[in-house]
């Protein structure tokens, strides 16, 4: 009876495996098809179909976590006690399953044309994000309430086929075994064969590691687009929780935790700093003002302000003439990355001046106990300077407020804070801001202001038309520059925003200038990754921002040209420009004022570039700059990284969860 019983249960778990499976594989093909544009030109079926075997043997992994599911919470129960009656557990837990599946499957299309991943560690901001916030904005923009009610049809064709399958199909019967003996003998060959097939499903179609598939080889093809879609939804959120784990734990790319001392030794203030506080290896002396010293220093965070805009290709757009007049009127490099790929690293890499190392500081204890040694207030405060953070958005969003304020800021404003009415489901809009801003001028000291803008952001709701706008030639040229967008409409809505930050700001700047002229502006993106021209862009059109440097005695010629930098130099690059010789501050990344700028690299989460390539950290891709006219020296160009890119993480991770105590001193170390 228990053998009967428990052979009868293995099948209808099988049966829940294999439409586990089949479901996976069918929405992987489904969403190659739909979104087929996003496959790079060249890429042939060969590569397709290797995608897809690859993809199978991959969901074998989710399939059989939910077999094992079904197993512990009805098959085992059964065997041990066989009056038990749970088969409708199973229906139930694959119904859910499903309805989870096929919302994960209507929710991968918006969120692979915002970001180009089938979920990345982006979800991870999201779950600390402004969840009210998040909810609006995928009812306003990403179509929520439709795409919830297929999920739901899905679910109930599921349901349907699963009643079938579980419940009212039957399974094979038990061979008939006379003796003992055969019985035993079967029940051994199942549980072996139940083994084998255990260890195959749980490696991804092998036996061990080597043989078989798993998120971390699974990039099979040369297709960015169908190496995404091999990873099931299931498989693509265990990537964010493996990687999630990895950062906090210091285990990505670059922490190495066993030579923090040799990399604190490495460091300006190495030369002649000992003992075991670090603080003294992060300073550095100023070599003397560049520039007059201004009474108000801005830097702007623009909300996905990326760089590609920027570029002579996309000239006829004309969404970026404010930033390109600063430039040219100023100092600019197009050699700059963020510091992460949401806003939050960008506003933690500018306030905390440390790259990004995985351990996110706004949510790290230490960063509420005292500033870091490297935190940009600090710095400016020593000069003489207030130093205020304004917002577009809500003051206690992902903990900026309550962090900026205990890394030395002496003022946060959102917008409640300056009586501006909210404009969408994030704050209020950028004329709001600087408005506000611009107003409370009047009554300050000398500040430093580091501003964040919101309106180039879903739900882009700014009316552009009342804004002065053609959106109907927005949309044209967006069809004549960019024939391969896949939503022409929608991608010149967001360029539209994009137009819009850049006037307000540009706006901004000229009428600071004229009431203040002494004032200095850095003007800088928080990530790009948002908008991009087309379906295939490239690194840099994905990943780089710009960063203009304008105010009076600014010149092409006060920094070194085409220098390369990111957002934790801006700091220590403003120091330089306006203190006196001799001035003692603290970073961990070198101003972009240094002579060698222009030969050094700069990274953020997932990417890195120099002045003539741009790559992916872990990964081969690497792509010469659309600059860069020569035949770059690719090696050459990594070996740039690897000389700071261990330096700069491990000192990072190590301040955010150590401190500036540095580990005891090894035997043989200096």
Known sequence: MRLSRFYDNIQRDLKLFTFVLFLLCLYRVLFMGLEHQYIASGTGWAAVGQANWTGLRLSLKGAGGVMLLSFVTTTLPELIVP????????????????????????????????????????VMQGWHDDRTALFWTMMQE??????????????????????????????????????RGRQAAFTALLV?????????????????????????????????????????????????????????????????KAHVRAYAAQLPGGQTAK?????????????????????????????????????????????????????????????????????????????????DAGARPNYQPRSYKEPYPTALAEQFRALGYQVDFWYGGAPDWDNLRRMALAQGFDHFYGYPDYGAP?????????????????????????????????????????DLAAEGLDMAKMEQKVRELIPNARDPAALA????????????????????????????????????????????????????????IYGDGVTAATLPAGAVGSQPAIAA?????????????????????????????????????????????EGNALEPLPQFTGEPDFDAERAKLTAVLSRQRTLSWWLLMQGTQLPLQQAGEQ
């Not at 557990?89 to 970001?115: D, K, Q």
């Not at 408005?435 to 580091?450: G, I, K, N, R, W």
């Not at 002579?595 to 992916?616: C, K």
Request: hydrophobic share 45%; charged share 15%.
């Open 422 to 462: 909210k404009t969408n489901t994030w704050g209020t809009n950028d004329k709001n801001l600087f408005q506000a801003l611009v107003t409370h001028l009047s009554d300050e000291p000398p500040t430093v202001h580091l501003i964040m803008t919101t309106s180039n952001h879903p739900p882009y709701n700014i």
């Open 493 to 548: 809505k967001e360029l539209g925003h994009y137009w819009y930050m850049d006037q307000v700001v540009t706006r901004f700047v000229h009428e600071v200038q004229q009431a203040y002229p002494d004032s200095l502006f850095v003007i800088t993106g928080d990530h790009a990754v948002r908008t991009d021209p087309g379906p295939t862009p490239t690194l840099y059109e994905h990943q780089s921002i710009p960063c203009v």
């Open 192 to 256: 072996v064969g139940l083994a084998f097939f255990t260890v195959f499903v749980r490696f991804g179609g092998g036996f061990n590691y080597a043989t078989g598939i798993n998120w971390e080889n699974a990039a099979v093809t040369g297709d960015n687009f169908l190496n995404e879609c091999i990873l099931d939804d299931i498989q693509a959120l265990y990537r964010v929780r493996a990687i999630e784990k990895k950062m906090q734990g210091g285990m990505i790319a670059g922490v190495d």
């Open 573 to 617: 690059t403003l120091v330089e420009l306006i203190a006196p010789a001799g001035f003692t501050y603290h970073t961990l990344v070198p101003p972009m004022t240094e002579p060698d700028a222009p030969q050094g690299a700069a990274f953020n989460s997932s990417t890195w570039l120099t002045n003539s390539v741009i790559g992916s950290i």
């Open 83 to 122: 009056r038990l009656q749970l088969r409708r557990l199973r229906l139930i837990w694959g119904t859910l399953i499903s309805f989870v599946l096929a919302v994960l499957f209507m929710a991968r299309f918006p969120y692979y044309a915002e970001f180009g991943q089938t979920y990345g560690m982006q």
């Open 142 to 179: 990403y179509g929520l309430p439709w795409r919830l009610a297929l999920a739901i049809g899905l679910t109930a064709g599921c349901w349907y086929v699963l009643r079938a399958l579980l419940l009212r199909r039957g399974t094979w019967p038990l061979p008939q075994l006379a003796s």
């Open 275 to 355: 003992g075991d506080d670090l603080t003294p290896y992060l300073a550095r002396q100023a070599a003397g003002a560049r520039i007059a010293r201004p009474k108000h220093i801005f830097i702007v965070l623009g909300e996905s302000w990326a760089q590609w805009p920027m570029l002579p290709q996309y000239d006829d757009l004309h969404v970026a003439d404010g930033i390109k007049s600063l430039a040219a009127a100023g100092w600019s490099t197009p050699y700059f990355m963020p510091t992460g790929e949401f806003t939050s690293a960008a506003i933690c890499g500018v306030v905390t001046g440390l790259v």
